[in-house]
């Protein structure tokens, strides 16, 4: 039997199961294992390469098995160009270097770079494409082969690959969240607020669960939301036959646009700080948000009974 801490819903489980045999993925249920005593996600078995959740002590916040400190328990970027770096570390909390974490996490860094500069051609050319190279000799097909993000399903590589719970201290209500490339913060924000939440792969047919569940929370992630057209159509089905609260933030707001019929579009820039005002058209209240994403939804194209709820520095839904 799969064992998910702190789960009791036997349903949940089942249909994960069945749900895996469906997709053709070799599910040898006594590869499965739960590790109570531990603080860090156990790789739960060969067969289906998915993530048990264990809890502990070290690292985690307010005792609920969470990453304290971190938002992923890896190194997200494909690369680190920084224009000094600092060798010797001093925060209190440091346990390693940057070029020991980048070592360690199999990343490539580059210092001495006039990152004023990038920062200056990004601004007028936008969104580029980039890498890094080794050597000084200029290779034209080498020049020619960038990789581009945008068409490779990003959700797909950082989505949990099976589900896990965390359990919260009062257990006042239970949250799915879709987990598109979540954040740990959000987690923590939820459990921290007396929600117990389970985390499913991105393209879990949530629909045919709802009912376990008080709300469903759709998480922000990378790339573009277009790719996740099995997720665009789970989204669908449940908001035309459930009466579920879900919320949806970053690539999650954008999926929800997308089920509801709306399109998506590529900014030039994108919008990352941490200080970017939205403005409320309903109450005129401007709120101050944390934003790092390259799509936004076409205002234009929502349905007549969905509202808008634009930046005030982009007529667009974010």
């Known amino acids: 039997m799969i064992y998910v801490q702190g789960c009791d819903q036997m349903e949940l489980l089942h249909f994960t199961i069945e749900y895996d045999k469906q997709r053709g993925r070799n599910v040898d249920l006594e590869q499965f294992y739960y590790v109570a005593s531990d603080s860090r996600r156990v790789r739960a078995g060969a067969g289906r390469c998915g993530w048990c959740w264990a809890r502990g002590a070290y690292g985690l916040a307010q005792g609920y098995g969470l990453l304290r400190f971190f938002e992923s328990p ?19 909390t440091a346990v390693q270097s940057l070029g020991e974490w980048c070592k360690q996490e199999g990343i490539p860094a580059i210092t001495g770079v006039d990152t004023r500069a990038i920062v200056t051609f990004l601004r007028e050319e936008g969104s580029s494409l980039a890498k890094l190279t080794v050597g000084e000799e200029y290779d034209a097909d080498e020049y020619e082969a960038f990789i581009d993000p945008e068409q490779i399903n990003l959700v797909k590589r950082v989505s949990t690959k099976a589900p896990f719970h965390v359990r919260s201290s009062t257990e006042e209500f239970h949250v799915a969240v879709l987990d598109c490339g979540v954040k740990e913060n959000i987690l923590r924000s939820l459990v921290s607020r007396g929600g117990s939440i389970t985390a499913l792969p991105y393209d879990f047919p949530i629909q045919c669960i709802a009912t376990h569940f008080d709300g469903l929370f759709v998480s922000n992630g990378p790339g573009d939301p277009t790719h996740l057209h099995e997720t665009v159509r789970n989204l669908c089905e449940l908001m035309a036959d459930s009466h579920m609260p879900v919320m949806g933030v970053c690539m999650g707001h954008q999926l929800l646009a997308l089920a509801a019929g709306a399109r998506t579009l590529k900014m030039q820039y994108g919008n990352r700080a941490h200080n970017i005002p939205a403005l409320d058209l309903n109450t005129g209240r401007a709120i101050i948000t944390s934003q790092n994403h390259g799509y936004a939804v076409d ?3 929502l349905p007549s009974d969905w509202k808008e709820f634009p930046s005030q520095s982009e007529r667009r839904v974010e």
Do not use: F, L, N
């Open 74 to 92: 890896h190194i997200q970027a494909s690369a680190i160009v920084v224009a000094d770096v600092a060798e010797k570390y001093s925060h209190w």
């Open 299 to 301: 205002a234009a194209t």
